[in-house]
């Protein structure tokens, strides 16, 4: 508690340089808007990123989402995840969640990877002709002068206790979301008293539209036929399937077991989401679950131990994100494993979009 104490008391001085311009902030020369968090860990903020994208792409904007690239070998380097043609890298180098967005979004974003998003920023405009940037988990990132500030809320787990690090999970103090333009509440069809969380925020920033967002399975692929995708965004069809769709299509009778695994900040979100696909799919039932550290990099030795787990719980198939299964080229499964990829769904799209 005592070092949270600190935490919390730096978070805040930093905050107050910022506000009096005696630390110094650097505009992008393009609008600009900042997608983030207040707490470690998943919020289903990629989600949000690549809504966000889709909207401004859609309406003519050359859009470059700018991230750190979190896990990646080399974090120092910058490093070009798309440019508007290709994935012209791999996880190992660019980060997991940059070559998901990749995947995800094709053609309708640019995505570097830097630590000094001024500079890349500079870079990628004069390169590409960007018109908007999105920085990608950049809230603490005031460096970066932003138009909107958007910052996303884990309806599952909003302040983890409300300390901040290393006692709790707030980067900062709860005071501090006073700064934020927009606020979503992520994985709202996930929990309970929605409206109390709502009260909450609506109390700590009166000012801001607080919006809810569910995660909704948009497509569930083979290992291998996402994999085939994972380098020409071009080649992406996307069908709306579910997980029965997929697992049961087989002759089998009976349920089909499921083991379901991820390496997220978040895995409980996505187990909640499984359970929730299974519960209203009759037919599939959850045997095995498995969380990995966030951005863990999978090893041939985890399959093999995953699946003689599933061997002797007579598990059907193996299911997990998207965000993991960049991680998977190259790794071998004896087991069906599907992939499943979600998108955002927004309460207030029209007022959402019109505030972007």
Known sequence: MPFSYLYGKLADLRNHLYDRGLLRTFPLRARTISVGNITTGGTGKTP???????????????????????????????VVVSDHTNIITDPAVAGDEPVELAMSLGDKAVIVADPDRVAAAEWARVKFGITTFILDDAFQHRRARRDVDIVCIDATNPWDGGRTLPG???????????????????????AENIADLRSEISKLNPAAPVFGAATEIVSVLDLSEFQIMSGYPDTKIREKSSLKDMICKSDNVGKQRIFAFCGLGNPESFFLQIRKEAVENVGLE????????????????????MEQEAKQQGVDAFVTTAKDAVKLKGLNFTFPCYVVEVELVLDRPEEFEALI
């Open 48 to 78: 949000l990123v690549a809504y966000i994208a889709r909207i401004l792409a859609e309406r003519g904007e050359k859009v470059c989402i700018l991230t750190r690239g979190y896990g990646r070998r080399e974090p120092r380097n910058r």
């Open 286 to 305: 959850i045997s095995l679950i498995r969380s990995f550290p966030d951005h863990y990099v999978y090893k041939q030795a985890d399959i093999e131990r």
């Open 168 to 190: 709790g999970r707030l980067r900062e103090p709860l005071r501090n979301l006073s700064r934020a333009d927009i606020l979503v509440i992520t994985r709202a069809d996930l």
